[in-house]
């Protein structure tokens, strides 16, 4: 059996990482390690446990340069990571090892993010309407599909690399923003594959309380990817979300100069498709709450994505 090397990094270590930690430490695999990566260790002590933790202390990085760091000081051949605000289940390793090791061609592997429980009921859900694909672009973050399949990217909060794929591929960039996008795209183009597994599982406690946090989100969310289209221009390629949703602006603006009869046109398709989502998300969720939430969870994102969108993209003044 191989070993594997969880990385986990964090900006302070604290009491807050311990359910993630519990859930690792109850995994169904034997040959593992955890190594830590933070800016400021507060948990002074960690649980006595079998498995080796390595804590590595590292204030100002990155989260790609942290990520690095991980990989820099593990053993593993295989690296998986998982973020301090999530918890797996006892299958997760034996899982992610099972599927990236079908073929060779397979480079890296990720799975499901599910909705944490213990969240409110608005952010419960604010997060499963956002879990249809069509109103969220297909994102592998957000959409928890039902089948195995390759993708273009999986999200570093649950995420398992082969270690030679990631010394091939450089590691990652030092950036703050859609460094999981951007090294997927370069493990994809060193020729390897990137697999969706729904197996393999994890649980997010998103930090989407109310509808401030919930726009705050999606705005810093489009940011990011707004500047990393401009920063790495590959990825447009991989996320085509933020690519749509710029050419969707850019079209609509002077079609509505030139025709602006279409002022009325374009929302009213908008507003069926809303109500398409509407119907929908009643139909999968059976409860009306979730229908009359559908219009303002779509349109809220949608804005403050592609407010965020372009304020990265036009306030992008490089390194």
Not at 193 to 217: A, T
Not at 249 to 264: G, M, N, S, Y
Request: net charge positive; with cysteine.
């Amino acid at each position: 059996m191989c070993k594997v090397s969880v990385v986990i990094i964090t900006k302070e270590l604290d009491s807050k990482i311990n359910e993630t930690l519990e859930s690792l430490l109850n995994q169904n695999f034997e040959n593992y390690e955890i190594i830590i990566v933070c800016h400021k260790n507060s948990l002074k002590t960690l649980s006595m446990a079998d498995v080796p933790i390595k804590v590595i202390e590292q204030p100002g990085t990155s989260r790609g340069m942290a990520r690095n760091i991980g990989v820099a000081n593990s053993s593993g051949e295989v690296i998986a990571f998982i973020d301090d605000d999530c918890s797996s289940n006892e299958e997760w390793l034996r899982n992610g090892c099972k599927t990236l090791f079908e073929n060779g061609e397979i480079g890296v592997v990720g799975g499901r993010v599910r909705v944490h429980e213990g969240l409110p009921e608005f952010s419960q859900i604010a997060l499963s309407i956002i879990s249809i694909p069509f109103i969220n672009g297909w994102s592998v973050t957000f959409s928890n599909f039902q089948n195995k399949r390759e993708v273009s990217y999986v999200p570093t909060c649950n995420a398992f690399f082969r270690r030679e794929v990631l010394e091939k591929t450089g590691g990652f960039m030092d950036t703050n923003y859609c460094e999981d996008v951007e090294i997927c795209s370069r493990v994809r183009r060193f020729g390897y594959k990137v697999v969706y597994d729904p197996k393999v599982e994890v649980r997010h406690r998103w930090n989407i309380w109310n509808w401030r946090s919930f726009i705050k989100h999606f705005y810093n969310y489009g940011k990011g990817r707004g500047r990393a289209m401009i920063e790495y221009p590959h990825i447009s390629n991989v996320n085509l979300s933020p690519l749509i949703s710029l050419m969707s602006l850019l079209i609509f603006v002077p079609l509505v100069i030139l025709k602006p009869i279409l002022l009325i046109f374009i929302p009213m398709l908008f507003t069926f498709f809303i109500i398409f989502c509407s119907l929908y998300a009643y139909h999968r969720f059976r409860k009306r709450k979730y229908m009359i939430f559908t219009p303002i969870v779509m349109v809220l994102m949608y804005l403050s994505y592609i407010t965020g969108l372009l304020r990265g993209i036009l306030g992008w003044r490089g390194r």
